[in-house]
């Protein structure tokens, strides 16, 4: 599907995860606005790591978290005390540092048998958003990470989720993993109001291009196209440095 995403880079990773945080304080408040809450799914990785501290530093007073439901658009099959858990990190990193309701925060339960897992994360989300059997939720945000292999959430290249259409959360076998994850799949990041890649570091830098400029690359990042949303690339200049002149903007 044709897609046009909006990349914007930041001189440094400092600038790239206070520009993040602007623009997460941004979605928030208009979606608050429009709709009384704000409906974003959460990452996992060093990367949004250093945004979370960012917002839970700088943005405490300034986006209305009582009003913030929190969701996960994948987690590890662990516990939610396993060093890998994405929900332990965000946890420490902003949930915990922020005046967020905890009967608003929505974890995956990677405890769980991982088939149990998404079925669980299935029914919450159903449930929260009021949707009827085929209806796809609408995130007002959900926030992705690019992996080496141009994999995102817990979407990796020859893995069964990819080509999921009718469930919002899939268990997936990892086989280079010799694990499942537990993932959100394409049909609810493609429903979401807002996605933003949040990519950091020259170790990025090839696969930032090949996602961007290869067309026929068929990896799992290049099939996240808002429907009727907007497609946010917020890189640092090392993670955009092979970028051609078409795309990049300072």
Partial sequence: MPCKPELRVSATPDALFHAAATEFATV????VKARGTFYVALSGGSTPKALYSVLARDFKE???WQKVFF?????????????DSNYRMANEALLSKVPAQAENVFRIRGELEAAEAARDYERIVRSIFNLQINQVPRFDLILLGLGPDGHTASLFPSTAALNESRRLVVENWVEKFKTHRITFTFPVLNHARVVIFLVSGGDKASMVREVLETKNANLPSQRVCPESGKLLWLVDRAAAALVSGEHAHP
């Fill in 62 to 64: 300034s986006i209305p």
């Fill in 71 to 83: 969701f996960f658009g994948d987690e590890r099959n662990v516990t939610p005390d396993d060093p």
């Fill in 28 to 31: 928030a408040s208009q979606a």
